[in-house]
């Protein structure tokens, strides 16, 4: 498990993993911080998600981090 603040640090991690060994499960969760939603509460807003190809998690780490 990895939870950095640094998306640079984050990235050099992703590098590190060897993908063709064998299939790996990961769960990306983008955190945004706590904002008002539109009923007036304090919300946490995040995207998140379980992916077991590779490319399917980087598609998915570049819309979350656009």
Known sequence: MVRTHSIRRF???LRTI???DKAIKTYLRVNYG???DVFG???TFYN???YDKVVNMW???NAFTE
């Open 11 to 13: 990235l050099n991690h």
């Open 34 to 36: 706590k904002k008002v």
């Open 48 to 50: 998140d998600g379980w």
């Open 59 to 61: 598609l998915a780490f």
């Open 18 to 20: 060897n993908w063709q």
């Open 41 to 43: 509460k304090l919300s």
